[in-house]
């Protein structure tokens, strides 16, 4: 498999579940990155991992938890999420090189909705 | 903060016809810019990478020009097709590793 994929495609929960996103690159990249989009809006940075460790965090509510074990894998743990939270969430990998990056590669999505 | 502006939001075209879209942005220290289409509830696809010091770049019936300057990005698809319908965006990196995106332009190709 190549590329960059991403478990479940679709996922429906309640607000008091756990639940996690899971994304695997097969690129060799060394920066994987969590996406939000919702409806209308423009995609939103969420979380970004670098040589395994997180240097972005754009204000992103607690309930949202990422975790990234190694250079291939990136886990979205979600907790007590609100029904705003329903949206396509999209991981992307690239290989950094000091201040630029590569093509950013994209998976699938996982459509997530919050009842 | 980078802004992204995609023009027109929405472009219906019959097949065969070539095209023009826009994305301007605000900050024009950016590193590269990619192109992107997406299919309606799914992940993005990688179209076209300029590097900041490239003026243009092309893959097949797509040409993604750059003028870094004043802040601005096109990208020509020659010769539509109805399997170019997708919404499309354009993506500038600003710092170590961060794309900026629009809301994209909505394209129909009328076969």
């Known amino acids: 498999e190549t590329g960059v994929t991403q478990t479940p495609r679709h996922l429906v929960m309640g607000m008091t579940n756990k639940k996690s996103l899971k994304c695997e690159q097969h690129?060799?990249?060394?920066?994987m990155y969590w996406y939000k989009q919702s409806a209308k809006k423009p995609l939103e940075l969420m979380f970004v991992?670098?040589?395994?460790?997180?240097?972005e965090n754009n204000s992103v509510p607690s309930r949202f938890s990422p975790e990234c074990p190694n250079s291939s894998h990136l886990f979205l743990h979600l907790h007590t999420l609100q029904p705003e939270d329903s949206a396509l969430y999209l991981c992307?990998?690239?290989?950094?090189?000091?201040?630029?990056?590569?093509?950013?590669?994209f998976g699938q999505g996982t459509r997530l909705t919050v009842v | 903060k980078q802004e992204v502006t995609q023009i027109p939001a929405a472009l219906s075209v019959p097949e065969g016809e070539n095209l023009v879209l826009n994305c301007s942005f605000t900050?024009?220290?950016?590193?590269?810019l990619q192109w992107f289409r997406q299919d309606p509830g799914k992940g993005l696809t990688s179209l076209l990478l300029?590097?900041?010091?490239?003026r243009e770049q092309t893959s097949g019936r797509l040409n993604a020009s750059l003028d870094k300057s004043s802040g601005r990005s096109t990208l020509y698809i020659a010769a539509s097709q109805p399997g170019d319908s997708a919404t499309y965006l354009c993506?500038?990196?600003?710092?170590?590793?961060?794309?900026?995106f629009g809301t994209g332009t909505r394209l129909t190709v009328i076969p």
């Open positions: 300029i590097q900041s010091s490239q």
């Open positions: 993506a500038p990196q600003t710092g170590a590793n961060n794309l900026f």
């Open positions: 900050d024009s220290a950016i590193y590269n």
């Open positions: 991992y670098s040589l395994e460790e997180r240097v």
């Open positions: 992307a990998s690239s290989q950094t090189r000091g201040t630029w990056n590569t093509e950013a590669f």
């Open positions: 690129l060799g990249h060394n920066a």
